[in-house]
């Protein structure tokens, strides 16, 4: 339950860092891409959140 909350609140975090770094790679080419590599952060934890959740259920059947 709280991986699904987790996931979710990365996963908005995530569309919110990618839609800046869009909106600043007409005008800053820098900020855009640290905003990017937030980004990518944020979906390297997501990634591991789906990968544990599948490990978590094994036990429960």
């Not at 790679?25 to 959740?53: F, M």
Request: glycine share 4%.
């Amino acid at each position: 339950m709280f991986g699904r909350s987790r996931k979710t609140k990365l996963q908005a975090k995530y569309n919110k860092l990618m839609h800046e770094s869009y909106d600043f790679s007409t005008v800053n080419r820098k900020k855009s891409d640290q905003t990017r590599a937030e980004a990518e952060e944020i979906g390297r934890q997501i990634d591991e959140l789906e990968k544990q959740s599948p490990q978590d259920h094994v036990g429960d059947r």
